[in-house]
T-cell receptor
Framework: GESVGLHLPTLSVQEGDNSIINCAYS??????FIWYKQESGKGPQFIID?????DKRQGQRVTVLLNKTVKHLSLQIAATQPGDSAVYFC???????????FGKGTKLTVNP | DTGVSQNPRHKITKRGQNVTFRCDPI?????LYWYRQTLGQGPEFLTY????????KSRLLSDRFSAERPKGSFSTLEIQRTEQGDSAMYLC????????????FGPGTRLLVL
């Protein structure tokens, strides 16, 4: 179906380590993908996005990888900090549609 | 603050009452979206506007829900005859409407129906 899912519901890492959050999607018609960070009681905050004609995009301390062959998306956070602790959602947008379809989220906990 | 704003931030109501939420998008953003998020889940799309026109509605948007954007700026989401299942975070997002433009979210309105 047209759903976005996540492999792991929780991820715990040590401060300074790199984090990898994974996402699987099923809609091959999706042409745009976004990672959001959501802290408790707040709205989703944009982190990084990638279009389907790309396979990698880098931001500040974050990298998104897209593998269309296996319909997999990942978010890599370098040198994870306590402030990175939050729930991370991937979202996809089907080509021609305006709505975003979100997964259930991965809760990232950074231990000092 | 030039981001998306939503009011109220919290609303507690009794079952059967009507509630209305407001969203003010980022200035000059002509597309506005409403999502609903329940605990532990990702946001679910409800509807979106291009200026004042409501262009898409999810099947989640029952006939008790109505959204408006009369002047193409702020939007309101009304829920009539609230039910306990309506308890959720209601999120608003906006974009400029350009191709593949990121949706920027507001802080949400958390609704609790008793």
């Amino acid at each position: 179906g047209e759903s976005v899912g996540l492999h792991l519901p929780t991820l715990s890492v040590q401060e300074g380590d790199n984090s990898i959050i994974n996402c699987a999607y099923s809609n091959s018609a999706s042409d745009y993908f976004i990672w959001y960070k959501q802290e408790s009681g707040k709205g989703p905050q944009f982190i990084i996005d990638i279009r389907s004609n790309m396979d990698k995009r880098q931001g500040q301390r974050v990298t998104v990888l897209l593998n269309k062959t296996v319909k997999h998306l990942s978010l890599q956070i370098a040198a994870t900090q306590p402030g990175d602790s939050a729930v991370y959602f991937c979202a996809e947008r089907e080509g021609g549609s305006e709505k975003l379809v979100f997964g259930k989220g991965t809760k990232l906990t950074v231990n000092p | 603050d030039t981001g998306v704003s939503q009011n109220p931030r919290h609303k507690i109501t009794k079952r059967g009452q009507n509630v209305t939420f407001r969203c003010d998008p980022i200035s000059e953003h002509n597309r506005l979206y409403w999502y609903r998020q329940t605990l532990g889940q990702g946001p679910e799309f409800l509807t979106y506007f291009q200026n004042e026109a409501q262009l898409e509605k999810s099947r989640l948007l029952s006939d008790r829900f109505s959204a408006e954007r009369p002047k193409g700026s702020f939007s309101t989401l009304e829920i009539q005859r609230t039910e306990q299942g309506d308890s959720a975070m209601y999120l608003c997002a906006s974009t400029t409407g350009e191709l593949l433009e990121t949706q920027y979210f507001g802080p949400g309105t958390r609704l609790l129906v008793l």
